[in-house]
């Protein structure tokens, strides 16, 4: 099942894609992350569905919070100069950096190296708390979906201090177009995903390229806090970062992204300056 939130004249609606490609909104105003309640509402949905394009997204949930993986894909760390890691790198991410997946990214004041990264995120179905190993880690997953970690390279790398300070303006965090629940997604290693700028193809890779997987991961990050449904965890990006180019290369106003992955749909956003 594809799960989705819209914006509708009395507000936020939760959703779903049918197979035909159109959107049918469920009863009721939008409700808590719960894919066992949002099936039973699809069942019980009566409005005609309407086509997708019609619709304005929002983003699919709002995390309760966003945790980031940092260098996970060994092309990635490479071209930044670094080593893979022996473990994973964690950072997190506010959930108000989230928007949806049509919606402008904005370049903070200051920012003067915004950058992309595809990612698939992970959305935690079942709370997680020092999950025993990998083999029931995947088990807590309730689905998957597209995430894009802006970056701001100058905060993040020039100001000294923590990476946090370059991943968290608004808009930092397109998130959507749907969730994918885990049972269509039989194997997360094993998804295509990319990015381009203005029609340009700059990131295409797998996520079987990943250094850590995701059932690793969540398993590794249940060690150190607990993850509640709700929760997404980003699990890296592949080469072709901005940072990454030759000579590096940064968004500017009115650039457009495009971002993908196999069956987690597309993100389209357009770069609009802070004001």
């Given at each position: 099942m594809k799960l989705l939130r819209i914006h509708a004249d009395d507000g936020l609606r939760d959703a779903v894609l049918a197979d035909d490609g159109r959107v049918v909104t469920l009863p009721g105003a939008s409700e808590a992350f719960d894919p066992d309640r949002w099936r039973e509402r699809a069942a019980a949905a009566?409005?005609?569905?309407?086509?997708?394009?019609?619709?304005?997204?929002?983003?699919?949930?709002?995390?309760?919070?966003?945790?980031?993986v940092g260098l996970n894909?060994?092309?990635?760390?490479?071209?930044?100069?670094?080593?893979?890691?022996?473990?994973?790198?964690?950072?997190?991410?506010?959930?108000?950096?989230v928007v949806g997946a049509h919606d402008d990214i904005v370049i903070p004041r200051?920012?003067?190296?915004?950058?992309?990264?595809?990612?698939?995120?992970?959305?935690?179905?079942?709370?997680?708390?020092?999950?025993?190993?990998?083999?029931?880690?995947?088990?807590?997953?309730?689905?998957?979906?597209l995430v894009n970690d802006v970056s701001e390279r100058h905060f993040q790398l020039e100001?000294?201090?923590?990476?946090?300070?370059?991943?968290n303006a608004a808009t930092f965090c397109p998130l959507g177009p749907w969730i994918r629940t885990a049972d269509e997604v039989p194997d997360p290693q094993q998804l295509e995903l990319g990015l381009d700028v203005?029609?340009?193809?700059?990131?295409?890779s797998s996520t079987a390229e990943m250094i850590f997987g995701v059932a690793h991961l969540v398993h590794y990050i249940s060690q150190f806090?607990?993850?509640?449904?709700?929760?997404?965890?980003?699990?890296?990006?592949p080469s072709g970062v901005g940072a990454g180019q030759k000579p590096p290369r940064y968004l500017r106003e009115g650039d457009v992204l495009r971002v993908w992955a196999d069956g987690l749909g597309e993100q389209r956003n357009r770069l609009v300056a802070a004001k």
């Open positions: 009566t409005d005609e569905p309407v086509p997708f394009e019609s619709v304005r997204l929002a983003a699919p949930l709002d995390p309760g919070k966003i945790v980031c894909y060994a092309d990635h760390a490479a071209e930044g100069g670094h080593e893979a890691p022996a473990e994973p790198i964690l950072f997190l991410k506010a959930p108000d950096t200051g920012g003067e190296k915004t950058d992309w990264e595809v990612e698939l995120g992970v959305v935690i179905g079942r709370t997680a708390a020092y999950v025993a190993d990998q083999a029931e880690a995947l088990e807590h997953v309730a689905g998957y979906v100001r000294g201090g923590q990476w946090d300070k370059g991943k203005n029609g340009e193809p700059l990131q295409d806090m607990t993850l509640y449904p709700g929760d997404v965890i980003s699990t890296g990006t």
